[in-house]
């Protein structure tokens, strides 16, 4: 596998282009799992070999539940991604947690209902550790680097992933604050659970638009969503040109890397040949089949 990009974003809502990006090449990957949400872009930032992926394709014509996923990342492991940052909008289910802020979160609730999560199946068996499911490091010096932008971060804090396309009730937003959680978005499932699989650190940037529904007189609209929306955008797009050279040289010490050492259950003799083939690109080194 030729390594063409180091770093990828993955642009949610409103993020579809990345300025900066210098010698761009589209690229269009196969992959075992169906087509991706579109072209890759690769190129260099800051002198770092990037690729970007507008997650809802282009012109937004994705719904959260049609983004494939698998293809998504399969595509970025392909290229030789090591690190993903994900970019994507997200409702404040806290009042610290204001329009505009920044969240770099550190835990994940899973509320989605139709989504392939796994690549594994049909004849390999893996169970992943995800009690971390974000990589920490990538985190921590996102939001480190937001902060030095004048931008309202916060570290940490739980994000709830929901099925959607529809936002939030009434009573489902009072739930989710009740349990204690900070953000509520859509997107960030499957991507991290596939990300961990591929052993690529994948760290979310999310990017608040609004209170959500519970607070009295500051209900989600689409107005309110898209107009903060673009001032989000493009201070995303300031902290990733900031972050990607560090991002870049940042040693991969943690879990991620080598997340399916000793997670794939399944003996190498009674593994599936047709899916350990299919599954190459992330279980090669680990069956020899």
């Keep these: 596998m030729k390594k063409q990009a180091h770093i990828a974003v993955i642009g949610g809502s409103g993020l579809y ?28 930032l800051k002198g770092v070999p990037c690729a970007f992926l507008p997650r809802h394709g282009r012109g937004h014509v994705l719904l959260p539940s049609e983004v494939n996923g698998r293809a998504n990342i399969w595509a970025l492991k392909h ?6 940052v994900s970019v994507s909008a997200v409702g404040s289910l806290q009042e610290e947690f204001a329009p505009r ?3 770099f979160p550190d835990q994940l609730v899973d509320e989605t209902k139709s989504r392939a999560s796994t690549f594994f199946g049909a004849g390999i068996v893996a169970h992943v550790a995800f009690d971390r499911p974000f990589c920490a490091e990538e985190s921590r010096l996102l939001c480190a ?10 570290q940490g804090g739980t994000l709830v992933c929901m099925e959607g396309p529809a936002f939030s009730t009434k009573a ?15 997107t960030v499932l499957p ?6 699989e591929a052993e690529i650190c994948y760290a979310p940037a999310a990017l608040v638009t609004d209170y959500d529904c519970w607070k009295e007189g500051e209900e989600v609209s689409s107005e309110k969503v898209v107009k903060n929306l673009a001032v989000n955008v493009a201070n995303a797009q300031r902290l990733i040109a900031a972050s990607v050279a560090e991002l870049a040289a940042l040693p991969r010490r943690c879990r991620c890397a080598t997340a399916l050492a000793g997670a794939i259950f399944t003996q190498a003799p009674a593994a599936s040949r047709r899916t350990a083939r299919k599954l190459d690109l992330l279980v090669g080194k680990y069956l020899n089949t």
């Design 17 to 44: 282009d990345m300025p900066g990006l210098s010698a761009r090449q589209e690229v269009r990957i196969k992959t075992p799992f169906g087509a991706p949400s579109g072209p890759i872009l690769l190129g260099r």
């Design 79 to 84: 290229l030789g991604v090591e690190r993903i």
């Design 101 to 103: 802020d920044f969240v």
């Design 145 to 154: 680097r937001a902060r030095g932008l004048g931008l309202h971060a916060h």
């Design 172 to 186: 489902e937003s009072e739930y989710h604050r009740r349990q204690g959680y900070s953000i509520i978005g859509m």
């Design 191 to 196: 991507e991290a659970k596939l990300a961990r």
